[in-house]
Structure formats: structure tokens, C-alpha cells
């Protein structure tokens, strides 16, 4: 089994930023892909960006440019950079992990990113 830990929500005045982390736990082995998606109210739930064990990564076009992935495969931990947060980005954010690209077998409890003045 994996566990998922978030940390790094909260609140942010727009055009600021938050680094959120994700610290996998368990059988990390089975973990190539990595990845953050969000969910706001009332809407899905989406992928914002991913990245796998050799570095490969991938960033919604909502966030290209802002956020950035990144992950240290020796800490089991993936982060999520994000710059110039607009009142949009507001959402929980989950980690998610699994075995290939796409197949998010695994999923932490969410933390709050809420972007106001």
C-alpha cells in the first residue's frame, strides 16, 4: 500500500505564491507517476500537472508558466510550485500517485488553496 501526505495550503492574496508537498510513503516502488490535480466547487476534479520517475512532466494549460512540478525520488516527494496565483486557482488540491500515467491508484486527503484579497 502508499500513503499520501499534502502540506503547504492555505491562503494567499492573488499574484503571490504556495509550494505544496507530497511525501509518498509505503511501497514507493510502484510509483512512476506523480501528480497534483484540483478540484474547485462545484466543478470535476482535474489534472493540473504530473510528472513520472524519470522527469518527464506535464502542466495544464491554465497553469503553464505559474506552476511547476517537481519531484525527489529519494524523499518519495513530489512538489508543486505555484507563482502569480490568481482567484481561479482556487480548489483543494490533491496528490496523486500510481503505476503508469493515468492510472491514479493512489490519492491523499487534499489541501485548501484559496487565492482572495
Known amino acids: 500500500q502508499v500513503q499520501l501526505v499534502e502540506s503547504g495550503g492555505g491562503l494567499v492574496q492573488p499574484g503571490g505564491s504556495l509550494r505544496l508537498s507530497c511525501a509518498a510513503s509505503g511501497s514507493t516502488f510502484r510509483l512512476n507517476a506523480m501528480g497534483w490535480h484540483r478540484q474547485a466547487p462545484g466543478k470535476e476534479r482535474e489534472l493540473v500537472a504530473r510528472?513520472?520517475?524519470?522527469?518527464?512532466?506535464y502542466n495544464a494549460d491554465s497553469v503553464k508558466g505559474r506552476f511547476t512540478i517537481s519531484r525527489d525520488n529519494a524523499k518519495s516527494t513530489v512538489y508543486l510550485q505555484m507563482n502569480s496565483l490568481k482567484p481561479e486557482d482556487t480548489a483543494v488540491y490533491y496528490c496523486?500517485?500510481?503505476?503508469?500515467?493515468?492510472?491514479?491508484?493512489?490519492w491523499g486527503q487534499g489541501t485548501q488553496v484559496t487565492v482572495s484579497s
Open positions: 510528472i513520472t520517475n524519470g522527469g518527464s512532466t
Open positions: 496523486s500517485a500510481g503505476p503508469y500515467l493515468g492510472q491514479w491508484n493512489y
